[in-house]
């Protein structure tokens, strides 16, 4: 790569200096913080807290869990009392399981199904663990039955998730922070001319389908998720991108360029021993005049959706040799502009990347 922020093109001095304006570490923990959250709770004991959650939320139990004083939930970007909401409704774990471990961090993520009034879901989790009780739960729960199904039908994550890199391999926090957020201001910027750091095997996943390299899907294939009449497709495919194209083409295909802002980039899992990276993120679509853009080919079109509104998302990432090699997403719609529950509202506008800085790296 030639050079830090690799995806930038001709664009306007306010656009870039709200795109790209740094990475900001979250509080950096101590060192004794740091060796007390490793001694404490390892990848184990981390997915442990996982799986005591999903029992105590089929359960319809909170009970069980335990938790700090102080606890916090939040779901959907809702703060709730623990207990309330899917608490409520779920009827029992699904089949489909991937978790993401931050052991220096103290925190951990999952992928997973469950049922609620015995139909299938999807939830995407963040827990954030103290002294082996759980301080933060945040949730995304995705109410849609075809997609948690097709999630089950894929049975397990991809393997390369879990693999650990040689360490002559692996990059640190920020770097691994860097190259992943790439993506998020790559799709943000999107002009289609981006030395776009994808591996040529990139694969993505959304929702438990096949976002690239799909070949049950037509060179025409949407995949902008729309729900519904929000997307204007009336002048056919080449106003869309293709899930049958790969990571690097869909980028380079400019089509992306509806998606106007990233934001409330928080990754919240670091894994420098796997080189993944989650990230909990909002992708808004103004809709209006930003519908209409110039390609790479230099062609004007119109596309994207035509109503404002904002994809809520969990979004993992695995990275090789500095390239973006395996994507996972869970997301829903929710209003334009919405909050996660855990920012302020200037990090909920901001397009900066933010993680925990571990007291290695300080």
Request: charge should be neutral; charged fraction near 25%.
């Amino acid at each position: 790569m030639h050079s830090k922020f690799p995806f930038i093109g001709a664009i306007g001095a306010v656009v870039l200096a709200a795109a790209l304006s740094g990475f900001c570490p979250r509080a950096a923990l101590g060192g004794q913080a740091e060796a007390a959250n490793e001694a404490s709770c390892d990848r184990a004991c981390l997915d442990g807290m996982v799986d005591q959650f999903l029992d105590a939320l089929a359960a319809n139990d909170p009970g069980r869990l335990p938790v700090t004083k102080t606890v916090k939930y939040t779901e959907d970007g809702q703060r709730l009392n623990l207990g309330d909401g899917l608490w409520n409704t779920a009827t029992g774990k699904g089949t489909y399981k991937f978790y993401m471990e931050d052991v220096a961090a103290g925190e951990v993520g999952f992928f997973g199904t469950m049922r609620e009034a015995g139909q299938p879901i999807i939830l995407a989790l963040r827990l954030k663990i103290e002294d082996h009780k759980i301080a933060e739960i945040e949730t995304i729960v995705v109410r849609n039955v075809q997609q948690a199904e097709n999630l089950e039908k894929r049975g397990h994550t991809d393997p390369l998730f879990t693999e650990t890199l040689p360490a002559s391999d692996r990059l640190s926090r920020g770097e691994l922070v860097r190259i992943a957020n790439m993506y998020f201001s790559g799709m943000q910027l999107n002009n289609g001319k981006g030395d776009y750091p994808f591996s040529d095997d990139c694969d993505r996943v959304e929702n438990g389908e096949e976002a690239t390299n799909n070949k049950t899907t037509g060179t025409g294939g949407n995949v902008l998720r729309s729900q519904g009449n929000s997307v204007d497709n009336s002048r056919g495919a080449e106003q869309t991108y293709s899930a049958s194209w790969g990571c690097k083409q869909q980028f380079q295909s400019g089509l992306l360029h509806f998606v106007t802002r990233i934001r409330d980039r928080r990754f919240v899992v670091v894994d420098p021993e796997r080189g993944v990276a989650l990230a909990f993120c909002f992708f808004d679509h103004a809709a209006g005049k930003t519908r209409t853009f110039k390609l790479p080919d230099g062609r004007t079109i119109t596309a994207g959706p035509v109503t404002p509104w904002t994809w809520e998302i969990a979004e993992v990432f695995r990275v090789e040799h500095r390239k973006i090699r395996r994507i996972e997403a869970v997301y829903h719609r929710g209003p334009y502009g919405m909050n996660s529950g855990w920012s302020s509202w200037q990090d909920t506008m901001s397009t900066r990347a933010r993680w925990t800085q571990v007291a290695a790296e300080k």
